[in-house]
């Protein structure tokens, strides 16, 4: 009989939070808790595990996927945590069309993000990343980009 090893860590965590042993718990948590995506699972580890800061919860769960640690971008951005998130959009292939959608949506509230992410967009575009890219796509990336240089009163500066 075979038994994952996600659910031997769920029945460890059950386990021991049972016994009010939440340091313990947490290290099982790590491995037990997977949500339908990325910000899903951190949004379920922080429910159980509410007293620890985002910016370490976070950094716990991307050391449990090393290699792919790009994909925790949308959450740390989620999470407002600017820095965080373009440090995980350039460390690898992250998606050009969220990476734009952040440039759009943060232009005018975090025009430096904006700035960072649009960047990021139009890099992983040019190394040919993406999924169905068109020129739609490309030009979006540079408006977004721009609008947030901008907003950042960097547009024009050399």
């Not at 985002?54 to 769960?61: F, H, I, N, R, V």
């Not at 373009?86 to 959608?101: E, F, M, S, Y």
């Not at 068109?134 to 609008?147: C, I």
């Amino acid at each position: 009989m075979h038994v994952s090893p996600v659910a031997i860590a769920a029945g460890c965590e059950e386990i021991l939070l049972a016994a009010v042993r939440l340091e313990e718990a947490y290290r099982y948590a790590l491995e037990a808790t997977r949500g339908t995506s990325y910000v899903a699972t951190y949004r379920a580890l922080a429910r159980t595990y509410s007293r620890k800061r985002p910016e370490e919860l976070l950094g716990d769960l991307v050391a449990t996927t090393p290699g792919d640690e790009w994909k925790w971008f949308a959450t740390a951005k989620e999470l407002c945590l600017f820095d965080e998130a373009i440090l995980r959009a350039n460390q690898g292939p992250c998606d050009p069309k969220t990476l734009t959608r952040a440039a759009r949506d943060f232009a005018d509230r975090r025009p430096a993000f904006a700035v960072e992410a649009g960047a990021a967009a139009l890099r992983w575009l040019v190394e040919g990343r993406g999924y169905e890219i068109s020129g739609a796509d490309v030009w979006a990336a540079y408006t977004s980009t721009m609008k947030a240089a901008e907003q950042a009163g960097w547009a024009g500066a050399g």
